[in-house]
């Protein structure tokens, strides 16, 4: 230990961390109904990581309590620990700042891991700028810096599923995440509910071309392996097809016995918390893909290591934000360059999923085309900057 704490000696040392309360609110479908118990306002923070020098950068961390279980008030309590944690440390030296962290908040058990990600993201945005190199070069090299990419669809009829899909076909999106799980979650699971939603996955692939991914996203709200078995196998021949997070995210077996039976490639995503957490999946031999979430494993320090072992074990990854600004959006772009398979990538949100309203203080980060393909900025760090007058403004509007 004595040997890591010499570790914070260089030219650069970190004088100061900050966070920002943005006011964010959800546009998605649902998102502003009562009776799924999300919440139209998603208070996220802006973090600000500053060197010594003044040069800074930014990160994004979401609260989202009901799904990760953490508040905007714990993630505020988080980055106070950090701040006093690295205050003086080097801030290209990641993986000690990792440490650091670690050790105020969450070694015990999972924990913090949205605000330890947004500081995260926030030293890999201010690295790059202090060494002139994109984030994605810290990260190992690009292998490509235009993506394909995919959106979230909560539509609660098969007829209105069926018209969001070929919506956003139209658009060129090449990945669709089709939300099959919210009315057994809301209303609770039996067979009338589970016919609903697949009604809505039947009405969402006859309208959509076989080059469209479709990511069937249940939500651990399917419960029963052998249910979930009898309902898939209707959907064999349909080879764009994946089915997300059937069961419950420590069912490690059951997730295994419906992608041994099913005939429909699994995806894991709220099991996939920390590189451990993989490990323990691909041992399990429990998927065929899982979905990064920054703000759930913790960083871009974190999703690198995951990506390490699904490659290594011949597994899937997709990149997947939520509901986050641009920066968080860019964030997620710069960790799917360093994937060797290019899936479509989650990171549209701040257009199609949540708004800051009249002041938004963002510039730059993913340009997305009408073509629909998203395309990195050729810039140090994330490629994204804050007008700081305007983020007054947001915050006192």
């Not at 479709?214 to 898939?232: E, F, K, P």
């Not at 196998?233 to 349909?238: H, K, L």
């Not at 893909?289 to 011949?314: F, S, Y």
């Not at 994937?339 to 730059?364: K, N, Q, R």
Request: some cysteine.
């Amino acid at each position: 230990m004595n040997e890591i704490n010499k570790l914070g000696s260089s030219r650069y040392r970190i004088a100061r961390i900050e966070a920002f309360r943005l006011k964010s609110k959800a546009i998605k479908e649902a998102w502003t109904e009562n009776e799924y118990g999300w919440p139209s306002t998603l208070p996220s923070l802006l973090i600000k990581v500053t060197a010594e020098d003044g040069t800074y950068g930014i990160g994004e961390a979401l609260a989202q309590h009901w799904y990760l279980s953490e508040t905007a008030e714990q993630m505020m309590t988080c980055i106070k620990l950090y701040k006093q944690a690295l205050k003086g440390l080097d801030p290209t030296n990641i993986a000690l700042c990792h440490h650091r962290m670690m050790g105020v908040f969450g070694t015990g058990m999972p924990g913090g891991r949205g605000a330890r990600g947004g500081v995260d993201i926030a030293l890999h945005d201010l690295s790059g700028k202090l060494m002139g190199l994109p984030v994605h070069t810290l990260l190992g090299g690009a292998l490509r810096t235009e993506f394909e990419i995919l959106t979230n669809l909560y539509h609660k009829t098969p007829e209105k599923m069926a018209e969001a899909c070929s919506y956003f076909v139209k658009l060129g999106y090449k990945g669709l995440k089709v939300k099959v799980g919210d009315v057994l979650q809301s209303k609770g699971w039996n067979r009338d509910n589970l016919l609903a939603e697949v009604a809505k996955l039947e009405a969402a692939l006859e309208v959509t071309p076989s080059d469209v991914m479709i990511d069937a996203d249940a939500n651990q709200g399917w419960v029963s392996a052998a249910w979930t078995i009898s309902m898939l196998q209707r959907f064999r021949s349909n080879d764009n097809l994946s089915i997300e997070q059937p069961l419950h995210y420590d069912d490690l077996a059951g997730a295994a016995h419906v992608r041994a039976h099913a005939g429909v490639p699994l995806i894991l995503d709220e099991s996939v918390w920390s590189a451990n957490a993989m490990m323990r999946l691909a041992k399990a031999e429990a998927c065929d893909r899982v979905v990064v979430k920054l703000n759930r494993i913790g960083g871009l320090h974190e999703g690198r290591k995951i990506i390490d072992i699904c490659e290594a074990a011949g597994i899937g990854v997709s990149i997947d934000m939520g509901p986050w600004t641009i920066v968080g959006n860019t964030a997620a772009c710069h960790i799917a360059a360093v994937c060797c398979c290019p899936y479509p990538v989650d990171c549209e949100g701040h257009l199609s999923f949540t708004t800051l309203g009249e002041f938004d203080p963002f510039i730059g980060g993913v340009k997305i085309g009408e073509d629909g393909i998203a395309c990195l900025p050729d810039l140090p760090g994330l490629g994204v900057d804050v007008d700081w007058d305007v983020l007054e403004k947001h915050r006192t509007s």
